[in-house]
């Protein structure tokens, strides 16, 4: 476990901020106590300075996942982010997509979401804009990256691909093993 | 009964002389490749897939059967080869191979290309190309095609001249034809020089670390130096961790390839620099403003001065002051200008020098 280096920590920043935003600050800039991200096994992990020093005890082959895991960094240390950063992805999003009860199921499954299956989108979505995925009832269920605009998602034949997946919660059911 | 037994016999000797020729006479439904130059035989015909598949002594037997047929194929065709005795009658029967037509891969890897020369580098930069000459060229004086250098070249060789100009403004009482060899000699001096430090720098590039200690080429840059001290600095017992610091070393230890260290900041270190500096970055990507790339920013300069110098090099190309010219443009000199005008003596001496003999 170690802390990222400038370079590590831009390339986090900049996909967070696909999906949130300058709402980053409030993540790094907590008023509940000190939060930091670190990294451990190519995987960057989200956690509070109290986990952080607990964690610090326990030897790195014994470690298997201190605090929230927010993506990983692939070998040509390009950052993905992983569905367990959902839960501070959903609080702060600013698009989002609310898909309809007869397509979550789909989405669920890994699909991506059809125009058919979108409830409601943010205004002024822009294409390829990374967006947040609910459920009409305000669950939040994965993100992705918003293939049409706001404005094209409008005129678009239903079967058309609004949103292209990235990550669903049925992922910890599909991925469970490799999920930290 | 006696005509029975001598047909019986002629059967038997018919079937040993028989029984003698299958060893050496082979089928094959095609016919081998041969390369007699390289004693060569490449056998095109699949082998029996049913039989050699699977470990064990028959597969072992079968692979043995087909390579002496093989080799038998290849000793018969040598037999045809035209021979003769070698060293008289009684002397062992040598045949003549034909050249060899099979072309084997080689056996080091192909070299390497050598490291451009410092001048190549340079021309390659200014885009310099190399004009073709012709190695005769027309002398008019003796009427006849002669090469461009060396002996007897066209229009004579100048060093040996039986009269030597004195150029305008030397002395008069100096000896045009030992300055003229001087001259030579330097250039003759300064181009080997060039060559081993092209050859030297070669060498270094080949090496990272050098385990050889210096070059004995008489001088040494500073790179070179440099990597040898450091060298030096870390092969003691420690490593180099307890070796006093020179004044302007950097506290780190340096490590033996030059290479840089990788280092991270502390797990539990300062967690609200950490913040703070997370917080800058975020401000810096929220800006869009282009960050400045020191390193580029200057080679941009620097490439757009040098292309200024050329651009009024090449106007008064003629021109005497070319050089000086180029390198008063630099901004630091550009308030000596008018000094360095005023006393030529005081800040060129040797310039002028060379100016006066010219």
New interface residues.
């Given amino acids: 476990?170690?802390?990222l280096?400038?370079a590590e920590?831009?390339a986090v920043?900049?996909k967070l901020?696909k999906y949130i935003g300058?709402n980053?600050?409030l993540l790094?800039?907590r008023p509940d106590g000190?939060y930091?991200?670190?990294l451990h096994r190519d995987r960057v992990y989200y956690l509070s300075?109290k986990l952080?020093?607990l964690a610090?005890s326990v030897p790195r082959e014994s470690l298997v996942a201190p605090g929230t895991c927010f993506g990983k960094f692939t070998k040509s240390q390009k950052f993905r982010l992983s569905v367990t950063a959902l839960d501070f992805l959903a609080p702060y999003a600013k698009y989002k997509v609310w898909v309809k009860p007869g397509s979550e199921q789909s989405f669920l499954y890994g699909n991506h979401v059809l125009k058919s299956g979108l409830g409601r989108i943010t205004e002024s979505t822009a294409q390829y804009q990374g967006v947040v995925v609910y459920s009409m009832a305000d669950v939040p269920l994965g993100f992705g990256v918003a293939a049409k605009s706001t404005q094209e998602c409008r005129k678009v034949d239903p079967l058309a691909i609004v949103v292209f997946h990235q990550a669903d919660v049925g992922e910890y059911v599909r991925n469970e093993d490799t999920l930290t | 009964m006696a005509a029975v037994r001598v047909e019986a016999v002629l059967a038997a000797a018919e079937e040993q002389e028989a029984e003698k020729r299958r060893s050496i006479t082979v089928e094959k439904e095609l016919e081998l490749e041969y390369d007699l130059g390289n004693l060569l035989a490449v056998d095109r015909n699949p082998p029996p897939a049913a039989a050699l598949r699977g470990a064990g002594p028959r597969r072992e037997a079968l692979l043995r059967a087909l390579a002496r047929d093989n080799t038998q194929l290849l000793v018969s065709r040598l037999w045809e080869l035209p021979a003769e005795r070698a060293g008289g009658a009684g002397g062992p029967l040598v045949a003549q191979l034909p050249e060899p037509t099979f072309r084997l891969p080689r056996e080091k890897p192909a070299p390497k290309p050598r490291p451009p020369t410092r001048w190549e580098q340079f021309a390659r930069l200014k885009g310099i190309r190399r004009k073709k000459k012709t190695s005769l060229v027309w002398d008019e004086q003796a009427k006849e095609w002669r090469r461009r250098w060396g002996y007897r070249r066209a229009g004579g060789d100048p060093s040996r001249a039986w009269l030597a100009e004195v150029p305008a403004g030397a002395d008069p009482e100096e000896d045009q034809f030992a300055r003229l060899r001087r001259e030579k000699r330097e250039r003759v001096a300064r181009n080997e020089l060039n060559r081993l430090r092209n050859l030297a720098r070669a060498h270094r590039a080949g090496s990272a670390v050098p385990a050889a200690p210096l070059h004995p080429t008489g001088h040494q840059d500073r790179d070179e130096l440099r990597r040898v001290a450091r060298v030096a600095r870390v092969s003691t017992a420690s490593l180099g961790r307890f070796q006093p610091r020179l004044p302007k070393e950097p506290a780190e230890p340096p490590s033996r390839s030059g290479g840089k260290k990788r280092r991270f900041q502390p797990l539990l270190g300062n967690l609200a620099a950490e913040r703070s500096r997370q917080l800058e970055l975020l401000r810096d990507m929220g800006s869009k403003k282009p960050v400045l790339d020191i390193t580029r920013a200057v080679n941009k300069q620097l490439r757009q001065e040098e292309a200024e110098a050329a651009a009024a090099n090449k106007g008064k190309k003629q021109s005497k002051r070319g050089k000086r010219g180029r390198r008063q443009q630099r901004p630091g000199r550009s308030g000596k200008k008018s000094g360095a005008r005023r006393q030529p003596q005081q800040q060129k001496p040797a310039g002028g020098g060379r100016r006066k003999k010219a």
């Fill in positions: 476990m170690r802390p280096t400038e920590t831009r920043f900049e901020g300058e980053i600050q790094v800039d000190t930091c991200f670190r300075e952080l020093k610090a």
